[in-house]
């Protein structure tokens, strides 16, 4: 077995407060509430978890096949995580609260008919979440520096697997507050 990277004890335990966190925000709303949009222009809770569960599952299928070729590799673990120059920047820009808004790429659009199956949307992501433990899992036997990992949404950005994992972690809770706020919005429907 590989030495044990410090940093996915921490990554693990960010996932696990995403994961509460999913719980405490969709937690006994309605379908009125979840589909409720503060403006035309912003996103409802609907919304966010979606978003969440399109990006980051794309993000999962390129973190599986960057581990899986990195294990084919023999890319060991070497020296523990440090984030990068970039890619610490990126994780520190997405955290909350949102110091600067971003639209989101097309790549990472939410799907049609959002609104029509709530219960799915949580439960997708619910499962993505339990895939990103699963992939923590395999990252343990890999290079977090060293193995590459590229954007779904850019062919030009290339961050360690350690990077790509702090960035989306920061991407979910950015969201998951976005989605908190929602429910804290003057006209938020009652139950």
């Known amino acids: 077995m590989p030495d044990f990277d410090p940093a996915l004890a921490d990554l693990s335990d960010q996932l696990a407060r995403v994961r509460a966190e999913l719980e405490t925000v969709v937690g006994g709303l309605s379908e009125a509430q979840f589909n409720w949009k503060p403006s035309p222009q912003r996103w409802s809770v609907a919304e966010c978890i979606e978003h969440l569960a399109v990006t980051d599952g794309k993000y999962a299928e390129r973190f599986r096949e960057a581990i899986d070729r990195a294990r084919a590799a023999g890319k060991r673990p070497g020296r523990p995580f440090k984030p990068g120059l970039f890619g610490g920047?990126?994780?520190?820009?997405?955290?909350?609260?949102?110091r600067r808004k971003f639209k989101a790429p097309a790549a990472f659009g939410i799907r049609e008919g959002t609104a029509a199956r709530p219960l799915s949307v949580v439960d997708d992501y619910r499962a993505l979440l339990g895939e990103y433990a699963s992939l923590l899992r395999d990252a343990a036997e890999v290079d977090l520096n060293r193995t590459r990992v590229g954007s779904p949404a850019w062919r030009w950005l290339r961050l360690s697997v350690g990077d790509a994992f702090c960035v989306t972690l920061a991407h979910q809770r950015r969201h998951l507050w976005q989605a908190a706020q929602v429910r804290g919005e003057p006209g938020f429907p009652a139950g």
């Not at 920047?89 to 949102?98: D, I, K, L, Q, Y």
């Open 89 to 98: 920047m990126m994780a520190r820009g997405m955290e909350p609260p949102p």
